[in-house]
């Protein structure tokens, strides 16, 4: 072992992207392998996105603006609050590891339900947090049960909404409840990295919520709807004293030039963004049907992504579809998750699925 790195860094398991197309070409010896494994936009930039990066290429040769205070309050503005309620990060994954390190010590508690968004874990680790697990019921996140997990020495607690993996909602009101349930001492991290894929008429929008609940932060990202994955921003928006704990552990100009213009971009066209939402949900009611008409359990898919709870058979599963050059993303024993892809790249899973050995279940 080199130097002498801290126990929890060296026991920490690397974060497992999904398996990029051409490194299952080359591992399977196929060719025309298709990523359906990160939930990320089936489309490339929208025109005035693409626009707005290539004019900020002018400008890598500076540092960008390490507040982003024109992207703030562009998004201020879109949720009609404060700008110093707005934070932005790299990627909202960014964010929940400064929220992580903001607010936990060594022993400190952290509650989410189980499963979801892996890197929750991850982060807890990083700052020797304990984590207490509340499993899913119906695949779908467990608010009662989740309430009674907060103990005095929780100091933050995950709601993940849709749920990633199973793409599951909890209603507003629920939300509500849950809010009124934890102890004003922990701080609630609403994550809605896909807010924008919600159809179901139980889900309204969150952002009231922080003008009656400070202890209440709700992450966004524009990798998912916006299509700006590979740019990495994301941002959060709750009370100004959390907004301020989360400033302080951002590391130097970590959103790039490129990020905030392309994010201030698609927020100006958010029609557009919209529209092509809409194209994904459409097809992800498609293939909901399509699987269920052949016998798959399907839970409610709110996300841009299916989850099939085949428990035992997800490896098998996952595999199988690689060998057909559909790579998704299993998770063992517990079920595979397939990113809304194009129309034809979602056709081209179905057909992979009816050809594989691993039935409906
Ligand atoms: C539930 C959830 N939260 C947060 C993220 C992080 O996304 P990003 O860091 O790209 O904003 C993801 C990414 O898949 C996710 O599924």
Redesign the pocket.
């Known amino acids: 072992m080199t130097g002498r790195p801290r126990p929890a860094i060296a026991a920490l398991p690397a974060y497992k992207p999904g398996r990029s197309a051409a490194v299952v070409e080359e591992e399977r010896g196929i060719l025309d392998a298709i990523k359906l494994a990160s939930?990320e936009a089936p489309f490339g930039p929208l025109p005035s996105v693409a626009g707005a990066i290539s004019s900020g290429i002018e400008q890598i040769n500076l540092y960008a603006d390490h507040r982003a205070t024109a992207l703030r309050e562009d998004i201020a503005t879109a949720h009609a609050i404060d700008v110093d309620q707005v934070t932005v990060g790299a990627?909202?994954?960014?964010i929940?590891q400064q929220l992580l390190l903001a607010y936990c010590d060594r022993g400190d508690r952290v509650a989410m339900c189980w499963p979801s968004?892996e890197a929750y874990p991850l982060f807890a680790m990083l700052a020797e947090a304990e984590q207490d697990r509340v499993p899913l019921r119906d695949e779908t996140f467990d608010l009662e049960a989740l309430a009674g997990a907060i103990t005095a020495d929780t100091k933050l607690v995950f709601l993940?909404n849709p749920n990633?993996p199973t793409g599951t909602t909890v209603g507003t009101d629920e939300i509500e409840t849950f809010l009124q349930r934890v102890p004003t001492t922990c701080i609630v991290v609403l994550?809605e990295?896909y807010a924008e894929f919600v159809t179901d008429v139980r889900v309204a929008d969150s952002t009231p919520l922080i003008a009656h609940h400070d202890n209440l932060i709700i992450t966004r990202?524009f990798?998912k709807a916006h299509g700006l994955?590979g740019l990495r921003v994301?941002y959060a928006i709750g009370h100004r004293d959390i907004v301020s704990m989360v400033d302080r552990t951002l590391v130097p100009f970590a959103v790039n030039e490129l990020a905030q213009r392309a994010a201030q971009a698609s927020l100006a066209a958010s029609d557009e963004m919209r529209e092509r939402v809409a194209q994904v949900v459409s097809e992800r009611e498609r293939v909901a049907a399509a699987l269920r008409a052949d016998s798959w359990t399907v839970p409610d898919a709110q996300a841009n992504f299916v989850w099939l709870p085949v428990r035992e058979a997800a490896e098998e599963l996952g595999i199988e579809l690689e060998q057909r050059g559909v790579v998704t993303r299993a998770f063992p024993d517990v079920g595979v998750r397939v990113t809304i892809g194009d129309v034809a790249s979602n056709d081209r899973f179905l057909a992979a699925l009816a050809d594989c050995g691993v039935g409906p279940r």
């Open positions: 939930n990627g909202s994954a960014g929940l968004f993940t990633n994550d990295a990202t990798s994955a994301g």
